[in-house]
């Protein structure tokens, strides 16, 4: 078998033919237009998102496409390349759960829109759906999906889509993928989706909701930023993830705070804390904030290089602290670590997924043929590697310039 070591990203115009084309042999006609939304990796503050911290992601040159349709009807058609398992039903019949699966990212951004007041029934939509957002990567192709289609909507029904437009739709994807998908995850990957700028990172606040974009220039240093595929499918919908925002709940119930952000002192919070996996639960958060700010500090002083030790120490945290890391991130950290890489850490939600290497340019291809060899070794999954260029937020890609206005 030919295994693919490099994803190269494809053509925004590729990918937009693709899932046009799928369009029309579906359902016939023309779409109303075309939308893409990026995947994203977060460079450094992991799983504190939920927790009111700071996080730090970037969006990469991998997007979904949506090619959409209004319709006046209340009915959702949803069809993708990715699957055979295509959904249509009623709008108004959407609820947690319903529709289950990857049409539940779709149906429940307009759900969210609905049950805000912002859309009002009468409005279907028919939607194609094509990505180049690895699936199960831990790139965030389910928020991508979502935002893409939040957009269409918000353009063909003409609701705002500058930055404070965009807000509202941030929020809509998020009581999608929490409340009718069912996986209870933070908001990162909704706002960097929306809000990116190329060759900068979103610093985003999340206790404020407060963003700044930061430069990042790897290549200014002779530097590049892996991202690794480990090809070990990550999956949010289980139990996992919600049983770490629990503890985390759990531990701010007994700090007597509502975030983790609120505490001030992190050595008094963390000795009057009673369970062992509660301080090593909130000690990896309190660090990791605390790490976010120390990188966005080097960045911009462009002491790139430097970087590495704190998303090194970012990896120990998530893998000794919170415990989610995983064989296979495991493996691609120290790999890439024993081949001269500045730093390395698991990235995303974890238990499987993608990781991350800031690497000399120079050590690029001994790190990538360590990581191979440390996982044939291991008999794990072959991992693939991703180009990490910052690059652009949601937009409409088709028709260029048009106003809808129902
Ligand atoms: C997933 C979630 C995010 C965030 C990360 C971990 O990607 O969607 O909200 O919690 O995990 O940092």
Redesign the pocket.
């Known amino acids: 078998m030919t295994v693919r070591t490099w994803v190269d990203p494809v053509d925004v115009h590729a990918v937009a033919d693709r899932v046009e084309a799928l369009f029309r042999s579906v359902f016939g006609g023309t779409a109303d237009g075309v939308w893409v939304a990026p995947g994203r990796v977060?460079l450094i503050?992991?799983?504190?998102?939920?927790a009111g911290g700071l996080?730090l992601p970037f969006a990469l040159p991998y997007v979904t496409t949506v090619a959409v349709r209004a319709r006046d009807d209340d009915q959702l058609h949803c069809v993708s390349t990715h699957t055979e398992e295509r959904w249509h039903g009623d709008l108004s019949e959407v609820a947690p759960g319903h529709p289950p699966g990857w049409a539940a990212y779709v149906a429940g951004v307009v759900w969210a829109l609905r049950d805000s007041g912002t859309v009002s029934a009468g409005t279907g939509f028919d939607v194609a759906v094509h990505s180049s957002v690895p699936v199960g990567s831990?790139l965030?192709s389910s928020?991508a999906l979502e935002c893409a289609f939040a957009l269409a909507v918000a353009d063909l029904l003409g609701l705002p889509t500058d930055a404070d437009g965009r807000f509202g739709l941030i929020a809509a994807c998020i009581r999608a993928e929490n409340q009718i998908a069912g996986?209870s995850?933070?908001?990162?990957?909704q706002t960097v989706a929306m809000l990116a700028h190329p060759g900068h990172a979103l610093l985003l606040d999340c206790s404020s909701g407060a963003t700044r974009l930061v430069p990042i220039d790897f290549a200014s240093a002779n530097g590049r930023l892996l991202v690794i595929d480990t090809n070990a499918p990550h999956r949010?919908v289980d139990g996992q993830?919600g049983n770490r925002r629990a503890a985390l709940e759990k531990a701010c119930a007994e700090l007597g705070v509502e975030t983790l952000r609120d505490i001030d002192d992190a050595d008094a919070a963390l000795g009057s804390l009673t369970a062992p996996e509660s301080v090593k639960r909130v000690r990896h958060v309190l660090t990791e904030i605390r790490r976010v700010s120390e990188v966005v500090e080097l960045l911009t002083q462009a002491r790139i290089a430097d970087v590495g030790n704190l998303l090194t120490s970012s990896h120990l945290s998530l893998r000794d602290d919170y415990e989610v890391s995983s064989v296979e991130l495991d493996s691609a950290v120290d790999a890439a670590l024993e081949a001269g890489a500045w730093g390395a850490r698991m990235t995303?939600?974890?238990f499987g997924g993608s990781a991350l290497a800031l690497v000399p340019a120079d050590r690029v291809e001994a790190v990538v043929e360590r990581v191979l060899r440390s996982a044939a070794r291991a008999s794990l999954p072959t991992p693939q590697f991703l180009s990490a260029e910052p690059s652009r937020s949601a937009h409409r890609l088709r028709p260029t310039s048009c106003r809808w206005s129902r």
Do not use: F, I, K, Q
């Open positions: 977060n503050g992991e799983h504190v998102d939920y996080v831990g965030s928020a996986a995850t933070g908001g990162m990957d949010l993830y995303g939600g974890g």
